[in-house]
């Protein structure tokens, strides 16, 4: 599977963007999807996840800000990013695999830089 994220860059605080998270190489429609970021010095943590079942899950921080979705038609999932804050500033990585999505899962994209200034 061959992930590419795309959809990062420079927002204010208060603003939103959307990551796009294109797949190949494998039923989309079968793979778990997942949202992590990265902050400068700091581990890659958990944000967002969908289930192939469509279920969905979100670490606590984002919470009522952010929401993730999946188009099956087009092998792509998406975060939409609303009310966004400084510390929402890291790299994200969109994950994909079988089970549950974690800093293990087999599949990772190349990572998008995501910057909200105050």
């Known amino acids: 599977v061959q992930l590419q994220a795309s959809g990062g860059g420079l927002v204010q605080a208060g603003g939103s963007l959307r990551l796009s998270c294109a797949a190949s190489?494998?039923?989309?429609?079968?793979?778990?999807m997942g949202w992590f970021r990265q902050a400068p010095g700091k581990e890659r943590d958990f944000v967002a996840a969908?289930?192939?079942?469509?279920?969905?899950y979100y670490a606590d921080s984002v919470k009522g800000r952010f929401t993730i979705s999946r188009d099956n038609a087009k092998n792509t999932v998406y975060l939409q990013m609303n009310s966004l804050k400084p510390e929402d500033t890291a790299v994200y990585y969109c994950?994909?695999?079988?089970?549950?999505?974690?800093?293990?899962?087999?599949?990772w994209g190349q990572g998008t830089l995501v910057t909200v200034s105050s």
């Open positions: 994950a994909a695999g079988r089970g549950v999505i974690t800093t293990t899962s087999p599949y």
């Open positions: 190489g494998r039923t989309f429609s079968n793979l778990n």
């Open positions: 969908i289930m192939w079942s469509l279920n969905t």
